[in-house]
């Protein structure tokens, strides 16, 4: 499995930004897809889950401002954020989960940038 995060940039506080993650390779292996995000000097931090089953689940930090959906045809998961502040920049993962749990796939990482 490959994944190929982008989307990122540079936006001003209040704006809006669209992360993709395409998968591509053995993505009937894939039961969820998840978004983290890690700040300079911060531990990696889960965003949002999208899961096979199309139930989805976004961290009480990002509940109202991000919102997670897929395209199953293109086998990509977005990640929709907005009214974005300075605490939100980071560089964004996306990662596959197997079927026994674990992360198996990471991407190479998006860079989001939010200017106060």
């Known amino acids: 499995v490959q994944l190929v995060e982008s989307g990122g940039g540079f936006v001003q506080a209040g704006g809006s930004l669209k992360l993709s993650c395409a998968a591509s390779g053995d993505t009937f292996s894939i039961d969820a897809i998840h978004w983290y995000r890690q700040a300079p000097g911060q531990q990696r931090e889960l965003v949002a889950i999208?899961?096979?089953?199309?139930?989805?689940y976004v961290t009480e930090s990002a509940k109202g401002r991000f919102a997670i959906s897929a395209d199953s045809a293109k086998s990509t998961v977005y990640l929709q954020m907005n009214n974005l502040n300075p605490e939100d920049t980071a560089v964004y993962y996306c990662?596959?989960?197997?079927?026994?749990?674990?992360?198996?796939?990471w991407g190479q990482g998006t860079q989001v940038t939010v200017s106060s």
């Open positions: 999208h899961n096979r089953g199309g139930h989805t």
């Open positions: 990662a596959a989960q197997g079927g026994m749990g674990s992360l198996d796939y």
